[in-house]
């Protein structure tokens, strides 16, 4: 395959759209980001009431070493200084089979309408068409943005951008108050709550258990220190597997990490802990780990009180997730898709 270098043909230069008497444009500094968080909420709001983006994430962003905020990200501000609009394009490190720029942000909605999401976006996928292109490697090239289905107007600037739906991911809810059915563990397995002494094996584990999920690719340390170490992070809610390979030496045979995110419930009407991950390495699956596992977790947060658990799941996920989470007792909730522009 030809490099992405040589296939992407990606603006050589790439300015900001062009100021107005109404709207500045310029790149975000570190002292944006509760600016950023701000508009975030109201674009929230109206677009994914039932979850709020935390701080913690945005500061994330900007904090990883991977991204350069003096380029990759966009900001459209009033004459007051207001944060109307922002954007960010983020290239993630693992790269294995698909060099993925990211795309993320959005317009506050009374600032709709007014030409901002459609300059801010054009400026984002230049950007990206731009990150791809310093890429000498030879694997395929994707601009990605995940929406929420009831954010009509991005679709439809997706959709006038030449991007197209590439996958839809349904968030799943499960009511607490319901009986949890007693999963036993396999025997070669002993499952215990997530403790910072596994958490290498467990990136390991996550690395081998993804490897076939559409899209995903290695998480670098940086990435999963990132994950595991935030406020919302509950160990006492993960679960993990460990069992013993083919050498004698114990591993993590399968994981469920939890977080609890408290801004999400006045939205969502009820109290809730989300399941970021759950997820099987190869050489274990087939043993009803993933069922034991969640069970197990969906135990942990009815005991700390919460209403409802909640994941997101690839629609066509070749795992058969999704029919495990129903046959849990999890039911569909929420839509979002993923759009990709492919090189």
């Not at 569909?332 to 993923?338: F, G, H, K, L, V």
Request: aromatic content about 8%.
């Amino acid at each position: 395959m030809i490099p992405l270098s040589r296939r992407v043909d990606a603006p050589r230069l790439l300015d900001l759209p062009a100021d107005t008497a109404d709207i500045t444009w310029r790149h975000a500094t570190t002292a944006d980001i509760d600016a950023i968080v701000d508009c975030e909420r109201e674009i929230g709001a109206r677009d994914h009431p039932h979850y709020v983006t935390p701080r913690e994430e945005v500061a994330d962003d900007f904090s990883h070493s991977y991204v350069d905020i003096a380029t990759d990200t966009i900001l459209a501000l009033d004459a007051d200084g207001t944060v109307l609009g922002w954007g960010l394009a983020i290239v993630p490190p693992g790269q294995d089979s698909l060099v993925r720029s990211i795309l993320v942000g959005g317009v506050r909605p009374a600032s709709r309408g007014l030409g901002i999401g459609r300059r801010l976006f054009g400026w984002q996928k230049g950007r990206g068409m731009q990150q791809l292109a310093a890429s000498d490697k030879t694997l395929p090239g994707w601009l990605m943005a995940f929406v929420p289905e009831r954010a009509v107007e991005t679709v439809d600037l997706l959709e006038h951008a030449g991007f197209s739906v590439a996958r839809y991911f349904l968030e799943l809810r499960r009511d607490l108050a319901e009986p949890i059915a007693s999963v036993a563990a396999d025997p070669e397995v002993r499952i215990e709550s997530f403790a910072p002494e596994w958490s290498r094996a467990t990136h390991a584990a996550r690395d081998d258990a993804f490897r076939d999920h559409w899209g995903s690719q290695p998480a670098s340390e940086e990435q999963w220190d990132s994950m595991v170490s935030r406020e919302v992070s509950r160990d006492d809610l993960s679960s993990i597997a460990i069992g013993t390979n083919a050498a004698g030496a114990e591993e993590v045979a399968g994981l469920v990490m939890v977080s609890v995110n408290e801004e999400d419930w006045p939205g969502q009407g009820f109290s809730s802990a989300y399941i970021d991950l759950v997820g099987v390495p190869r050489a274990w699956r087939k043993r009803g780990i993933a069922s034991a596992l969640i069970t197990n977790s969906l135990r942990a947060v009815a005991a700390a009180g919460l209403d409802r658990a909640v994941l997101d799941v690839d629609a066509e996920s070749p795992t058969g997730a999704l029919g495990l989470y129903t046959g849990l007792g999890f039911t569909e909730s929420n839509r979002s898709m993923a759009f990709t522009q492919v090189y």
